[in-house]
């Protein structure tokens, strides 16, 4: 299984914007379709998009959707979830994902949007 490292979480105030990354460790994410979960304290899981290989096709959750966008770069073999208007609901640990729930999950990247 591949190795997932995410990065680029922190504290914004409301409105605000960050970047997170997840790249795979000691490989390449650019073959791989993948996904973005994040969790929330006393909260399940919840998934935040989704794409393909290419990025030809990305899914977003409703409550995202409009505000977040999944980039890659394929030659860098890197994934990112850009994220604006960030809002204190939006605060979460963030996970990178491939393979679905048997399959690889990052350590996470703490967002916390707060004023």
């Known amino acids: 299984q591949v190795q997932l490292v995410e990065s680029g979480g922190g504290l914004v105030q409301p409105g605000g914007s960050l970047r997170l990354s997840c790249a795979a460790s000691?490989?390449?994410?650019?073959?791989?379709?993948m996904a973005w979960f994040r969790q929330a304290p006393g909260k399940e899981r919840e998934f935040v998009a989704a794409?393909?290989?290419?990025?030809?096709?990305?899914y977003y959750a409703d409550s995202v959707k409009g505000r977040f966008t999944v980039e890659r770069d394929n030659a860098k073999g890197v994934v990112y979830l850009r994220m604006n208007t960030l809002k204190p609901e939006d605060t979460a640990v963030y996970y990178c994902?491939?393979?679905?729930?048997?399959?690889?999950w990052g350590q996470g990247t703490q967002v916390t949007v707060s004023s």
């Open positions: 994902n491939v393979g679905g729930d048997e399959g690889s």
């Open positions: 000691g490989g390449t994410l650019s073959t791989y379709a």
């Open positions: 794409t393909d290989w290419s990025g030809g096709r990305i």
